[in-house]
T-cell receptor
Framework: SQQGEEDPQALSIQEGENATMNCSYK?????LQWYRQNSGRGLVHLIL?????REKHSGRLRVTLDTSKKSSSLLITASRAADTASYFC????????????FGRGTQLTVWP | DGGITQSPKYLFRKEGQNVTLSCEQN?????MYWYRQDPGQGLRLIYY???????QKGDIAEGYSVSREKKESFPLTVTSAQKNPTAFYLC??????????????FGQGTRLTVV
């Protein structure tokens, strides 16, 4: 079963604009992760935010986590056409086994 | 180069056949995972293994089997009992240095089609 729900399901923007994707989840977590998937390829890890963290940055990526609302957001600033991909959030549901539970993803299209 | 390799990239299966998808990693990771991805969907866990010679069923294990005889290898067999096997299969590995915060490394996937 899906752990999280990303929204929007699809997002289309122009180069240079910011892209914001959201993720909601239902259980307690140790951490929340964001992954990127180019069409027909494997997933690539972007960023991990721990349950005791509220915000994390990595280059043009900014992730926030609100455990009281059980939600997270991924912000990509100054988007580029190369950012076109699907973005997934994943949580561990509080497990220590290393299992990850993925949402259905947001398909981001950045137009040049 | 360290990484996780899946083969083949494309695989065609006839009705009633078993097929085996390969997954090899040279990252010295203890844990390995198999996920299935259907169009427009997230990833669903088929099987996972935390250590050699041990594995557990995930959420959709019916019609699949795995083995973990070596740390580097975690092959997935899609049996004839799997009624709808056409999908994109992803293998991943991780190492729980810190069991609470571990990222997964993914292979490039195998696209299986039943013909």
């Amino acid at each position: 079963s899906q752990q999280g729900e990303e929204d929007p399901q699809a997002l289309s923007i122009q180069e240079g604009e910011n892209a914001t994707m959201n993720c909601s989840y239902k259980t307690s977590i140790n951490n929340l992760q964001w992954y990127r998937q180019n069409s027909g390829r494997g997933l690539v890890h972007l960023i991990l935010i721990r349950s005791n963290e509220r915000e994390k940055h990595s280059g043009r990526l900014r992730v926030t986590l609100d455990t009281s609302k059980k939600s997270s957001s991924l912000l990509i600033t100054a988007s580029r056409a190369a950012d076109t991909a699907s973005y997934f959030c994943a949580t561990d549901r509080g497990s220590t086994l290393g299992r990850l539970y993925f949402g259905r993803g947001t398909q981001l299209t950045v137009w040049p | 180069d360290g990484g996780i390799t899946q083969s083949p990239k494309y695989l065609f299966r006839k009705e009633g056949q078993n097929v085996t998808l390969s997954c090899e990693q040279n990252l010295n990771h203890d844990a390995m995972y198999w996920y299935r991805q259907d169009p427009g969907q997230g990833l669903r866990l088929i099987y996972y293994s935390q250590i050699v010679n041990d594995f557990q069923k995930g959420d959709i294990a019916e019609g699949y089997s795995v083995s973990r005889e070596k740390k580097e290898s975690f092959p997935l067999t899609v049996t004839s009992a799997q009624k709808n096997p056409t999908a994109f299969y992803l293998c991943a590995s991780s190492t729980p240095r810190d069991r609470l915060n571990t990222e997964a490394f993914f292979g490039q996937g195998t696209r299986l089609t039943v013909v």
